[in-house]
């Protein structure tokens, strides 16, 4: 769609619904679990009622030191939620009714849903400004109280079904107290905590559901695209702290989820997995929800690549593990996307191509129709492709090690052309091994999960030097 058609399209909608309103949540905590129910409207002629069930579980703390504790999670929770409605027609207005907001938290919205919507404005050419894409009234700007509880030292550690939070769950899952998270279980993480022995008792589980409506007023033509999912992932897992007593919260975003996907600019497809957000939302909740709380990346100090080389060493989750999301709806890898292709080239420097197509079905670097999104991944063309792939430097560096480790008589396709590029020519004299070694020091660990990671690390480059 043009710019002018996009932008009319845009400026339509905001004039035929000035407002969107947060009316209510409700909150039922009963012997089958906690039910949430949110009531949003778009200018008194939608009305949404997205929801969240947490089946209990033996993680419950009793009732008593629950119920009191809820309401000012469950409405952060909330505000997040409801972007993925409001951006259905971006009325100018937000208006706020069942709980109060300081004007820094305000503030801290705003800048949450302009950033996290930045992929949104960008492919569908809408020109909002941080000053002009939203209002927000509030009936009150009186403080809500911060949560006073006592948590253990148990770890939350989320988990998706990819490598990632699958490196997170093997190096932290022994720890006491430890206790997997899945949203909305499929087989990948159903299967992936199983690996590492975890029951169907031993987890905390979200079931989401959004309301059919949104889906209903996307094929009738309002705004769609992609939402700040991380964030509301972020603040459900402060939910489920609180449920459960534990103090930690160990998410699986690496340093390289901090790159623009537009370089040049603050668009990036994985800002909610980026440090900046992460080092806003600690504040955030620290400030308004709870000091207890220590929500942080476990993965942030590591790439994709020292991520990838750690998992090659885990073949327990090799068969189990998918991170496609043209693919999730049947639990496989595609084969034919920027995050297969992408996931596939940093595991080639450390598994062989026959492990690697038992895993993708396929030889993907041996597959002319992905030659765009090798384009992409690597810098050759001017946009990385909006998933959750790491940074071009990364991606080239490993596909410089794979074509080292190779033959180059017997190169796959992707691989023959991409030695006549710019961008081999450019990283093929980088020390592989010592990219491998180097850790971010940007990041929120303490010193005891810093070290678990940085042993993981070292103890996979020393087992390379060794064969």
């Not at 992409?376 to 090690?401: H, M, S, W, Y």
Request: glycine share 6%.
């Amino acid at each position: 769609m043009a710019r002018s058609s996009s932008e009319d399209k845009y400026n339509r909608l905001r004039r035929q619904f000035p407002y969107f309103v947060f009316e209510k949540q409700e909150i039922a905590l009963n012997p089958e679990g906690l039910d949430i129910r949110f009531t949003f409207n778009l200018a008194g002629q939608f009305y949404f009622h997205p929801t969240l069930f947490i089946p209990r579980k033996s993680f419950f703390l009793p009732d008593g030191a629950i119920a009191g504790h809820l309401d000012n999670i469950v409405f952060n929770i909330g505000m997040i939620e409801l972007i993925s409605y409001w951006k259905a027609a971006c009325a100018p207005k937000l208006i706020i009714r069942p709980f109060s907001l300081h004007p820094d938290q305000v503030t801290w919205w705003k800048k949450l849903y302009f950033n996290g919507l930045g992929e949104f404005f960008y492919l569908n050419s809408i020109p909002a400004t941080k000053d002009n894409f939203m209002q927000v009234e509030v009936a009150s700007d009186a403080v809500a109280p911060k949560e006073k509880f006592y948590p253990d030292a148990g770890v939350i550690i989320p988990v998706g079904g990819g490598k990632d939070s699958a490196v997170t769950l093997e190096l932290l899952g022994k720890l006491p107290g430890s206790i997997p998270l899945i949203m909305n279980p499929r087989a990948a993480s159903i299967e992936t905590i199983a690996a590492m022995g975890f029951s169907g008792e031993e987890f905390i589980e979200i079931r989401r559901t959004l309301d059919p409506l949104l889906l209903q007023l996307n094929d009738e033509g309002f705004l769609n695209g992609h939402t700040p999912f991380s964030a509301l992932l972020a603040f459900i897992t402060v939910l489920s702290a609180i449920l459960s007593g534990h103090r930690h919260i160990a998410l699986s975003n690496e340093s390289s989820a901090s790159e623009p996907t537009i370089g040049g600019t603050t668009i990036n497809h994985q800002y909610s997995k980026s440090l900046g957000f992460e080092s806003g939302f600690r504040t955030y909740v620290h400030r308004w929800i709870s000091e207890e709380i220590n929500y942080f990346s476990f993965l942030r100090p590591l790439s994709e690549l020292q991520i990838a080389s750690i998992f090659s060493d885990l073949p327990r989750y090799h068969a189990v593990f998918k991170s496609c999301n043209a693919g999730s709806k049947t639990d496989s890898w595609c084969g034919q996307c920027a995050k297969c292709l992408f996931t596939w080239i940093m595991l080639s420097p450390f598994l062989p191509d026959k492990n690697l197509a038992a895993i993708f079905g396929k030889d993907l670097l041996d597959d002319p129709s992905l030659q765009l999104f090798l384009d992409q991944v690597t810098g050759i063309a001017e946009e990385k492709p909006f998933d959750c792939v790491g940074t071009i430097r990364e991606v080239n560096l490993a596909l410089c090690e794979a074509i080292r480790q190779r033959d180059a008589s017997g190169l796959p396709f992707l691989l023959r052309y991409y030695i006549h590029t710019d961008a081999y020519r450019q990283y093929a004299g980088v020390e592989f091994e010592k990219a491998l070694l180097h850790v971010e020091t940007e990041h929120h660990l303490q010193p005891g999960f810093q070290q678990v990671l940085v042993n993981a690390l070292q103890n996979r480059v020393l087992k390379n030097d060794r064969s």
